[in-house]
């Protein structure tokens, strides 16, 4: 019953947005056939004014609201891989813990039985407990390492943290091809594949470099102690932060006040304004409009390049 449900409801959200343009083709070409136009322009079956009730204005707004959801926050980032949205997957999304994350964590060496591990489809699965995204790449994950964690902010529930936790799968990378992607274990050190050729490794790495991302209902507040695996020590929250809202000319974390041309600056040595646009198209959001230039901020509906508490990254 619940698989035909499930079916039910992923035929009407994958074909709804057919569903009203043939309902409104149909309505629209009946009106034209059959219609006659009124005294204030509109056209109706008898000739007459046409009205519309305040209430029926307001649910023509929602419906549009609503496809437009549908439509946009609904889409996975990668169709070409990604399958019916990982159905498959579990310990998924909002509702999975640190501790299941690292429980999944291979031992340095694994190659997932000859199969190899990419970066990707390797942090992928300890996020999500899924392995297989593409069945012609076995080895390959569902995105690349520099938009893993915005994926899973998108398809799984995922949320942006600033000081990683043993567990925090973090993307670094932007201004590269593929970018790479980690599991952050404790002590400035990080757990990820393809360190050595598709197999899995644990190293040291500059944790700056990267954006985190931890389960929707994972609060810091209220968890002192995450114990990792594979004998790495544990590590109270609370002292992980010797890094923590450290700005490069690589990363900046946005406060309030902040401004292109205070960044040019700090990173440029000097303001020059008839290159602004284009050094501001070069610093993208990373947490408060994903993928979005501070230029494109600008130039937005709301005309805002620079989010208090955003990260910015430069491509």
Not at 201 to 207: A, E, P, Q, S, V
């Given at each position: 019953m619940k698989n035909l449900?499930?079916?039910?409801?992923?035929?009407?959200?994958?074909?709804?947005a057919i569903l009203l343009i043939l309902f409104v083709f149909i309505l629209s070409g009946s009106f034209l056939v059959f219609g006659k136009v009124s005294e204030n322009g509109s056209l109706t079956l008898d000739g007459s004014n046409a009205k519309i009730e305040k209430s029926t204005e307001q649910f023509i707004e929602d419906s549009q609201k609503a496809l437009a959801r549908i439509m946009n926050d609904d889409k996975s980032s990668d169709e070409k891989t990604i399958e019916e949205n990982d159905k498959d997957a579990v310990g998924q999304g909002f509702h999975t813990t640190l501790e299941?994350?690292?429980s999944r964590r291979r031992a340095d060496g694994d190659n997932d039985n000859g199969n190899g591990w990419?970066?990707?489809?390797?942090?992928?699965y300890l996020a999500t407990g899924k392995k297989d995204y593409s069945r012609s790449n076995?080895?390959?994950?569902?995105?690349?390492g520099k938009d893993i964690a915005n994926w899973l902010v998108k398809n799984y529930g995922f949320k942006y943290i600033d000081v990683p936790v043993p567990g925090a799968i973090g993307s670094t990378g932007f201004n590269t091809a593929y970018g790479h992607t980690v599991m952050y274990v404790g002590n400035n050190s990080v757990n990820d594949a393809n360190f050595s050729p598709l197999r899995v490794?644990?190293?040291?790495?500059?944790?700056s470099n990267y954006v985190w991302v931890v389960p929707g209902n994972y609060n810091q507040t209220t968890t002192n102690n995450t114990t990792t695996s594979n004998n790495t020590n544990s590590q109270p929250?609370?002292?992980?932060n010797n890094q923590s809202n450290i700005s490069t000319c690589e990363k900046i974390y946005v406060k309030k006040g902040d401004t292109m041309s205070g960044i040019m600056q700090k990173c440029e040595g000097k303001v020059n304004w008839p290159l602004m646009n284009d050094y501001a198209k070069k610093w993208y959001s990373t947490k408060v409009v994903?993928?979005?230039?501070?230029?494109?901020?600008w130039n937005s509906k709301y005309g805002v390049g620079l989010f208090e508490g955003d990260i910015i990254i430069k491509r």
């Open positions: 449900e499930k079916r039910i409801k992923d035929f009407l959200i994958n074909h709804l299941e994350i690292l990419q970066c990707s489809k390797y942090t992928a076995p080895d390959y994950g569902p995105v690349h490794f644990t190293h040291g790495d500059n944790i929250t609370n002292k992980i994903p993928n979005q230039s501070v230029y494109d901020g």
